[in-house]
């Protein structure tokens, strides 16, 4: 190398960080002027965390409950905060510095790059595939939705599995497993199972292939040395994230995710099924003509909530009828998911690479992604291959504790662009004979260019474009809008023809657009085959077309014009919350028939809510909003201390109506009614009057003193409410039961009578009730975590040794190299490739 290039050799160093800062900020530009994008998770996230901040801004500790949601759960299922957790606050040094949302798809692009330099990739060509990482539709789709912590988990597992790699091939070994120990942790902390579940797959076959390929060239000594050490800092990634996943596993059996105790013929056990149910969990299945939107992004129509065109088939229909596309609860999305705010596109350019490389490289490498690439395609067909998804529910541990099976698809994402990355890596070499590149093309170029040019021709006369619900919901709307029978089936046929002429016109024009990327990208390989292009002139070209490609489908979901100002993503109250909040008295709750009750936490916001969002809440709790609070049952409502519902008035005015009828946040009871299985005590809250009887499972009320109270003039009133500690005072002539209108929960909650620890049991399927002494006396609740100090002791420590080795090992690993450099230069040989 001349003095020239040596001197430029740290460019592509510095210009890929900053390439990838500045498409950033430049796709999110309206976020550097004060603007927010008004992300539903985002904003329900806010809403059930109001409650702890309120806590902690007021008391200076995490509450680690929150009584805001769903009547009250563990905390730090919402917003877990250890101070020890050192790696998780270093990870949010980049967020103040950069802001959310760009600084999400820096990140991405940033570590799958970094995972190509790892993979000994020259730097320059890392940037096409990372470009299409971050780029790719699925990761926008989700930041709009506000899934944050499904990128930061997307974000970070490319340098994991660059960390990996490098362990087992790079020079050296301790400093890739301090790699893989921070990746690893930063991918822990991110809390996103599902997300990290699925590459968890993508590394046993990473693992299986070093094997084999340890194997075949006579190194396992090195495999098990390197294996060992990667399984250390799996070990010490826990350990960095050991509190808060002590206590989501401690809290996941009781979720909704540990399985319900509800079942035929249930003894009283946990019921035989553990996880999701399946038809719950592959609600959300990907069809399998579906996936060629993976090439073809408007396949099947593009989003749920995409109106039609204002100037295509479906307006000049309406416009007939007075009506616009805009008006219609329709969206041009037809396929076989319940709904979708968009395809997984992968961008046709780098499918075009991909495919081409699985002609031309060699080695094993390219077969074990194709195999993972397979696997992921099979998991997010969920319903539409079962057999397939019943045997990984039974075989694969863990899996179904996931839902939304489509998710699987973030494999794809992943392996897609690193065989592109990998197969102009080997163009880059220049080590591909030329024949054999062309001879590739005629493959790639006929596989990809052929399904582009047949959904272009054909696609209108292959599929139907309609999904099973748009001629029913039309015909309703017709029929609501006061056609007759014989109009409201005009309308619908007229709108529903329209409609498949829309779709269908969507679909062929993105074929067309999808042959154009193809016949580009097999063109620019084709000149460089020939000699004709130079190396780093292609390497520009495919990180123009990538972009080229992938962002002006990214636009149709998520633009300049989704960001609003920073007040209308905040949280007002309405009048209904305004005149509910003059209440001060302490403890009762809310139901908010206005949204939907149990899947909005906005409600949570201003009140303690009945209802919540969460995708891991209390099962039994679950239980009682499927057996009651849907139904309305009022006698459940009251036990919960619903003292005020939000219901929409008819002009669209939202009305506070109080219920004089909610029992209070305590009371006693005459008769516990026993239960010997979890059926028969949900059962039972049918019949009762909870002010007056109460029900429990057998195991405790074989245990109580009394089973009642003789006293009528027992009174019983919370003094002082906070979060994680309810102060009680009550008066009874004799002993009595008390039932609280709190969730039982006794892994943390602990009770106290006069400062003496009491027991207390779980009373009407999912409350607290103490048999209490005769007497005035206090009586207190009192919530901690469980060794939440000795958890705390393990992060710290845990956190402490990735950081302390990572840059121990960090600064050897640069000093051994400049010295190995300086001893080459001396005895003026070439540096090891």
């Known amino acids: 190398m001349d003095k020239k290039g040596k001197s430029f050799r740290w460019l592509p160093y510095v210009a890929a960080p900053v390439i990838f800062l500045l498409v950033s900020m430049l796709y999110f530009a309206p976020q550097f002027s004060g603007e927010k994008l008004d992300m539903h998770d985002v904003t329900q996230y806010v809403g059930a965390s109001a409650d702890i901040e309120r806590h902690v801004e007021q008391y200076g500790e995490d509450p680690q409950w929150t009584g805001s949601s769903f009547s009250g759960m563990p905390s730090y299922m919402i917003d877990f905060k250890v101070p020890a957790w050192l790696i998780r606050h270093a990870s949010k040094l980049p967020v103040r510095a950069m802001g959310e949302p760009a600084v999400l798809i820096f990140t991405a692009m940033l570590c799958f790059w970094l995972m190509t330099l790892l993979w000994k990739v020259n730097p320059w060509v ?6 299409a990482y971050g780029f790719s539709t699925y990761t926008i789709l989700i930041i709009g939705a506000g899934h944050i ?51 968890l797959l993508v590394i046993v076959a990473l693992l299986i292939n070093e094997f084999v390929r340890s194997y075949r060239h006579r190194v396992l000594p090195r495999f098990w040395k390197a294996s060992g050490a990667l399984l250390l800092a799996a070990v010490l990634a826990v350990g960095s994230n050991f509190a808060p996943l002590y206590f989501t596993a401690q809290h996941a059996a009781d979720t909704t995710r540990g399985g319900s105790e509800l079942a ?54 309406l416009a007939n009828f007075g009506a616009r596309p805009a008006d219609l609860p329709i969206g041009t999305y037809w396929g076989d998911q319940p709904g979708t705010a968009g395809p997984t596109y992968l961008g046709a350019a780098v499918v ?90 005629a493959w790639a170029t006929g596989i990809t260019g052929g399904i582009a040019l047949l959904f272009a021709l054909f696609g209108p006369k292959m599929f139907g474009f309609s999904a099973p619900g748009d001629y029913p919901l039309l015909y309703n709307i017709a029929a609501h809008s006061g056609f007759n029978e014989a109009g409201a ?128 809440k209390l099962q039994r709790y679950q239980d009682l909003i499927d057996r009651h609070l849907v139904p309305m049952n009022m006698e459940v409502y009251n036990m919960l201390n619903t003292r005020y519902f939000i219901v929409p008035e008819m002009s669209g005015r939202l009305e506070a109506q109080f219920n004089p009828d ?59 409410y906070r979060v994680n500690r309810l102060t009680y005072e009550y008066d009874s002539a004799t ?85 190995k450099k300086d001893r080459n230069e001396n005895n003026n040989i070439l540096p090891e490739a």
């Open 735 to 819: 002993e009595g039961i008390a039932v609280f209108s709190e969730i039982y929960y006794d892994k943390g909650w602990k009770a106290y009578v006069d400062g003496t620890e009491a027991p207390y049991f779980r009373a009407d399927y999912v409350l607290r009730a103490m048999a209490l002494p005769a007497g005035h006396h206090t009586v207190e609740f009192v919530f901690r975590a469980p060794k939440f100090r000795e958890a705390s002791a393990v992060t710290l420590a845990g956190s402490l040794i990735i950081l302390i080795g990572f840059a121990a090992t960090a600064i050897y690993a640069v000093w051994d190299d400049r010295r």
């Open 149 to 199: 912590s499904k990128v930061w988990a997307m974000a970070y597992i490319p340098l994991l599995i660059g960390a990996i790699v490098y362990t087992y091939r790079g020079r050296h070994l301790w400093f890739g497993v301090a790699l893989a120990a921070l990746a690893a942790s930063l991918e822990i902390s991110a809390n996103h199972p599902q997300i990290t579940y699925y590459f």
């Open 352 to 441: 075009f690479l991909a495919v081409l490389g699985l002609f031309v490289l060699r080695g094993s490498r390219k077969w074990w992604l194709l195999a993972v690439s397979l696997l992921a395609l099979f998991l997010s067909w969920g319903s539409n291959m079962m057999w397939f998804t019943e045997l990984c529910f039974k075989i694969l541990p863990g899996y179904n504790k996931f839902r939304a099976v489509s998710t699987a698809l973030v494999i794809v994402q992943w392996t897609f662009p690193l065989l592109a990355c990998l197969l102009l890596s080997e163009l880059w070499k220049g080590e591909i004979p030329a024949r054999k590149i062309r001879r590739g093309l």
């Open 126 to 131: 890392g940037i096409v595939p990372a470009l």
């Open 264 to 317: 035929e013929g249930d003894a009283g056990g946990k019921a035989a099924q553990r996880g999701l149910d399946l038809e719950y969990a592959t609600a959300w299945s990907y069809g399998r003509t579906e996936s060629f939107n993976l090439f073809i992004p408007n396949l099947m129509g593009g989003s749920s909530a995409q109106p039609f065109s204002p100037d295509g088939p479906v307006a000049e229909v």
């Open 662 to 720: 909610a029992n209070g946040a305590a009371w006693f009871v005459a008769e516990v009614i026993p239960s010997d299985t979890p059926n028969e005590e949900i059962d039972a809250l049918n019949r009762i009057d909870t002010k007056r009887q109460a029900v429990a499972d057998r195991r405790f009320t074989d245990r109580l003193p009394v089973t009642g109270t003789a006293d009528t003039a027992a009174s019983i009133r919370l003094t002082d």
């Open 489 to 616: 089936r005009q309308f619908a046929d007229y709108v529903s023809d329209a409609m498949s002429a829309e779709r269908a016109k969507m679909l062929r024009a993105d074929a067309w657009r999808s042959l154009l990327f193809v016949l580009v990208s097999a063109g620019l390989v084709l000149l460089y085959a020939k000699g004709r292009m130079k190396r780093g002139i292609l390497t520009a070209c495919f990180a123009g077309l990538v972009c080229l490609d992938l962002i002006p489908v990214d636009l149709r979901y998520l633009s300049w014009d989704d960001f609003v100002p920073a007040r209308r993503t905040q949280l007002y109250p309405t009048e209904a919350d305004k005149e509910i909040l003059k209440d001060t008295t302490p403890g009762y709750r809310v139901a908010n028939f206005a949204v939907n009750t149990f899947s909005d936490a906005t409600t949570s916001y201003f009140h303690r809510s009945v209802g919540g969002y969460h995708g891991a």
